[in-house]
């Protein structure tokens, strides 16, 4: 399956941003997906996982209670809604799917990766 990602952009600390993650196909219900994100000169770190049908997710300490991962299937799509934005959330994000229906948050565990968006925060 292939991943793009879009919805980033440039905003104010404090502001919102929703990213997309657009599947090329349906996955399967045993596929979970994920977000995570890379700044520059640091390694791509973990940020959201969701389960196929929605019931169970993940996320990093460091965006829990401000960032929100969602999927509709029906339309191949996964979100991550990004509230109460800080400059340290500036990154290059992507999004990945993993044949298992456990949410993890190790970038091994995925097998497909989409070319990422960049969300830049301003102080």
């Known amino acids: 399956v292939q991943l793009q990602a879009s919805g980033g952009g440039l905003v104010q600390a404090g502001g919102s941003l929703r990213l997309s993650c657009l599947a090329s196909r349906r996955t399967s219900s045993t596929y979970s997906m994920g977000w995570f994100r890379q700044a520059p000169g640091k390694e791509r770190e973990f940020v959201a996982a969701i389960s196929w049908d929605g019931r169970r997710t993940y996320y990093a300490d460091s965006v829990k209670g401000r960032f929100t991962v969602s999927r509709d299937n029906a339309k191949n799509n996964a979100y991550l809604q990004m509230n109460n934005l800080k400059p340290e959330d500036t990154a290059v994000y992507h999004c990945?799917?993993?044949?298992?229906?456990?949410?993890?948050?190790?970038?091994?565990?995925?097998?497909?990766w989409g070319q990422g968006t960049l969300v830049t925060v301003s102080s």
């Open positions: 990945a799917v993993r044949s298992r229906s456990r949410v993890v948050d190790s970038t091994e565990s995925y097998d497909s």
